[in-house]
């Protein structure tokens, strides 16, 4: 009795842990796009990334936490390059080219890379529904930047962008899955957000000239896209990962979109052309073609799912 409802609380701050993670990284989109108008790619990632490192380094400090051990550093160095700092960068570019909700549903082609590399990194398989799905969520892609683009069937180059950025997610917690077996969420979540820092140190130049001439508005966002979706998403998002597994965790981000139009609309005023929800239930689709599992009439399922 005792075990059981230990598990299920255990899986209730998962379900909370994931919910505020979803909320915040839809809200990020929005305030992205309106930072962007001020702010350069590279100013507002490393404004982000100094402000979010200072406060998970102050909890680190409050908590005596140490560092993770130093065979984890490599690992955690790659998570830093790839999904706090060429994300964001790479997601703020996106942003002045395309809308909030554009660039969530773009961006949230990410579930189905994750389980591609899963399958062909950690050796799971890549079983023929997955390739469908990822045919079909393609295809969405392709809708998306042409609906997006200005240029009739040319390519939208935020678009592009939104997938090279996925791509970096994907991969980025592809690594990071397995260092939460060895260090907790704010030892890898605040080294990683120092290298992601270090990584953007090139543009302080940009951020230095940018920010007196700014308006406390688009500071206003920084400030917020660092405390809330950075610090407090990403802890969320760690903590919730070290106790799901990956491709199971990465489907819940399949309500950032939804949120992130939404609050695009009111707060900005900006709906994406009706093409792109197109793209975007295309895209959806390919995630519930590749999630969806096999049916079967003599295979049960094992005991240990039932546990």
Request: contains cysteine; charged residues 10%.
């Amino acid at each position: 009795m005792e075990s059981g409802s230990g598990h299920a609380g255990r899986g209730t701050w998962v379900t909370a842990a994931m919910l505020v993670t979803v909320v915040l990284w839809a809200s990020a989109f929005v305030g992205i796009r309106s930072a962007s108008r001020y702010l350069s790619p590279g100013a507002l990632a490393l404004g982000r990334l100094a402000i979010a490192s200072l406060a998970l380094g102050t909890i680190m400090l409050i908590r005596r936490e140490r560092l993770p051990p130093a065979r984890l550093l490599p690992g955690i160095a790659a998570c830093g390059v790839l999904w706090f700092g060429l994300y964001n960068v790479l997601l703020n570019e996106a942003e002045r080219h395309v809308d909030a909700g554009t660039a969530a549903m773009l961006v949230n082609i990410a579930p189905i890379l994750i389980a591609v590399l899963a399958g062909v990194v950690l050796h799971e398989g890549v079983p023929m529904r997955l390739l469908g799905g990822c045919l079909v969520a393609f295809t969405g892609v392709v809708v998306i930047a042409l609906a997006t683009s200005k240029h009739g069937v040319a390519p939208s180059w935020g678009a592009a962008l939104c997938v090279i950025a996925a791509f970096c997610y994907a991969a980025a917690i592809i690594v990071q899955k397995p260092l939460l077996a060895h260090a907790s969420a704010l030892q890898i979540t605040f080294t990683a957000c120092v290298v992601g820092a270090m990584t953007c140190l090139p543009f302080v130049g940009s951020l230095a000239s940018a920010v007196p001439h700014a308006p406390a508005s688009a500071l206003a966002w920084m400030v917020y896209l660092a405390v809330a979706p950075m610090a407090v998403g990403f802890l969320t998002w760690a903590y919730a990962l070290a106790r799901s597994p990956a491709s199971r965790l990465g489907t819940s981000t399949y309500l950032v979109p939804p949120i992130a139009i939404l609050l695009g609309w009111v707060l900005l005023g900006e709906v994406p052309p009706a093409l792109a929800y197109a793209g975007g239930a295309l895209c959806l689709l390919g995630v519930w073609i590749s999630r969806r599992q096999p049916t079967s009439r003599h295979v049960p399922a094992p005991a240990s799912s039932r546990a």
